[in-house]
């Protein structure tokens, strides 16, 4: 029988190591795609990953059902620890936004590497409209903020957070029916 | 005050992209206690957790999990040991109560803290070294076990190897079946200098084929299983190559068995 990953996180809090390899199991190739896609680097991916479950082991304890799913807690906690690493990358003197330019570039250049990219990111914000797609885009895989993204795109920072907001009611909308 | 600008500010919270002063507004608003606001960033997190269910799984490499469960077994044996002893002195202080004073209790407690402390890192440092003995022992059995059965194998022969040097004191035994493969065992051999290792190999026909490396102990012994080959094994010989190995022989010979 498998176990309830709300159970397996009790398990966690109680010290049961074994729980935490099935924790592991359920849930590292789902946030895997996730992490790899903001830092673009196998090697720091990887690491990052081992962070991610390290810190959910450490923090099990505070895991609160009624704030949200197993599921949503571990893609939270990937996705801010993934940019978190970008950050620190960039702070290091890189230029600000170049993972994201050369991600940008890289998507208006050759056909065949463009279809290849599509394989892997494709996903349901494809089929939100172009102007919500890109904040949540440079928000949620490029860590930028909303005063960074406005800036950016030279639209009024109304605009921008109204955009994000659309756009996530509209993606619940879309994947709604779905599930 | 109208609460829409909170039901914009916990989409873009939820992405990661509030910054400034509106963040910690924000947050302070969530502690407050609204239930709306609360509401949507868990339904907005519960939505990115959909998006990331919606793209294909990637298989993550494999030493992460070995990596992760080695840090985690190291702690979750004495997280569990203290808990079960704060309830055990949780059962004793409720009575010390009773009888002393609760500074006391305090006072016994924080002594008891740091004992439990110390005694469950002990235990799992006990713990990890039993692991690590036990699957040395393991091995161990594996290889006797392999032995044993060879021995008892009517088409297994048993191959002396010696030193090549006079007076050299090295030697080895080959139990051995060309069918099944078989396990050297050396002794009295020097260890290797640094960026060396021994390197086996069977020789049939004159021609020598690697059969794996070796390093031996403090003590100069060594077991090393052996794979067994297409042809008849003529002479078992062992050379110090450079570390790594090499794919034909180039050392000196070490030891060797008698054609």
């Not at chain 2, 339904?43 to 999990?65: G, S």
């Not at chain 2, 194998?153 to 090295?170: C, F, H, K, T």
Request: net charge neutral; charged share 25%; glycine share 8%.
């Amino acid at each position: 029988m498998a176990w309830a990953a709300e159970d397996l996180i009790r398990q966690m809090a109680e010290g049961d190591a074994d729980a935490c390899g099935r924790f592991y199991d359920r849930y590292a190739r789902l946030v895997y795609p996730l992490i790899l896609r903001i830092v673009q680097d196998s090697a720091d991916a990887a690491d990052v990953l081992q962070e991610v479950f390290w810190e959910a082991w450490q923090a099990a304890a505070r895991y609160d059902p009624a704030r949200g799913s197993p599921e949503a807690w571990i893609v939270m906690r990937a996705r801010t620890r993934a940019i978190d690493r970008v950050r620190a990358v960039r702070r290091r003197g890189e230029t600000f936004v170049a993972p994201l330019d050369e991600a940008m570039a890289a998507d208006r250049g050759d056909p065949a590497q463009r279809a290849a990219d599509r394989v892997v990111v494709a996903d349901v914000l494809e089929r939100l409209p172009e102007h919500q797609r890109e904040v949540i885009e440079l928000a949620y895989y490029g860590g930028l903020t909303q005063t960074e993204i406005a800036e950016r795109l030279k639209q009024p920072l109304g605009t921008v957070k109204t955009r994000m907001r659309t756009g996530l009611v509209r993606l619940r909308e879309i994947m709604k029916p779905a599930t | 005050m109208t609460h829409e600008p909170y039901e914009t500010q916990a989409a873009v919270y939820v992405l990661g992209a509030l910054d400034g002063e509106e963040r910690s507004q924000f947050e302070e608003h969530l502690a407050g206690g609204c239930v709306e606001c609360a509401e949507a960033v868990r339904e907005h997190a519960e939505t990115l957790a959909d998006v990331a269910r919606d793209a294909p799984p990637m298989i993550p490499p494999a030493h992460v999990k070995t990596d992760l469960m080695r840090r985690v077994s190291a702690t979750g044996s004495a997280r569990a040991t203290r808990r079960r002893s704060w309830l055990r002195w949780a059962a004793v202080s409720a009575a010390a109560v009773v009888g002393v004073s609760a500074f006391a209790a305090g006072f016994v407690a924080s002594r008891y803290e740091a004992r439990i402390g110390a005694m469950a890192r002990e235990t799992a440092r006990v713990r990890a070294e039993l692991h690590r003995q036990e699957a040395e022992l393991r091995d161990r059995l594996a290889v006797a076990q392999g032995v044993n059965d060879l021995l008892s194998d009517p088409a297994a022969r048993v191959v002396a190897l010696r030193g090549s040097g006079p007076g050299d004191e090295a030697w080895g035994r080959l139990v051995w079946d060309d069918a099944k493969g078989g396990y050297l065992v050396v002794a009295n051999v020097p260890a290797a200098p640094a960026g060396k290792v021994y390197e086996l190999w069977t020789i049939s026909g004159g021609q020598p084929r690697p059969a794996g490396l070796f390093t031996v102990d403090a003590s100069g012994r060594a077991t090393h299983p052996v794979a067994p080959t297409r042809s008849p094994v003529d002479v078992f010989a062992v050379t110090l190559e450079p570390a790594g190995g090499v794919p034909a022989p180039t050392g000196p010979i070490v030891l060797a068995s008698a054609k």
